[in-house]
């Protein structure tokens, strides 16, 4: 198993940027396909961004695209998400999560991630 932890959330105003990180620990911790996902109020989890282990491909939805950017540290204990660019509808709880390699990419369903952090609060004023 593998444990999550989110931070680097905040409030800033549209057009700034943030820096979430998730840091992973436990047994063959870097060996798992990383997600980003979001949460706004009374919405559906949605898919953000995911990285494979090895951080050599990279996937992102359609309404980060250009704007956010997935990476892996070198060690691969660490995922991070810059965003850039902000709009209000950025607003959410965001979330990182962890696939076995033997999921298929991209994942852009929740459901084949099978660990999840505890969420990071981004808000993006008008």
């Known amino acids: 198993q593998v444990q999550l932890v989110e931070s680097g959330g905040g409030l800033v105003q549209a057009g700034g940027s943030l820096r979430l990180s998730c840091a992973t620990s436990?047994?063959?911790?870097?060996?798992?396909?990383m997600g980003w996902f979001r949460q706004a109020p009374g919405k559906e989890r949605e898919f953000v961004a995911t990285s494979r282990w090895s951080g050599d491909s990279t996937y992102y939805a359609d309404s980060v695209k250009g704007r956010f950017t997935i990476s892996r540290g070198n060690a691969k204990n660490t995922v991070y998400l810059q965003m850039n660019s902000l709009k209000p509808e950025d607003t959410a709880v965001y979330y990182c999560a962890a696939a076995r390699l033997t999921v298929g990419f991209p994942a852009v369903s929740p459901t084949p991630y099978a660990y999840w952090g505890q969420g990071t609060q981004v808000t993006v004023s008008s």
């Open positions: 436990g047994r063959t911790s870097s060996m798992y396909t």
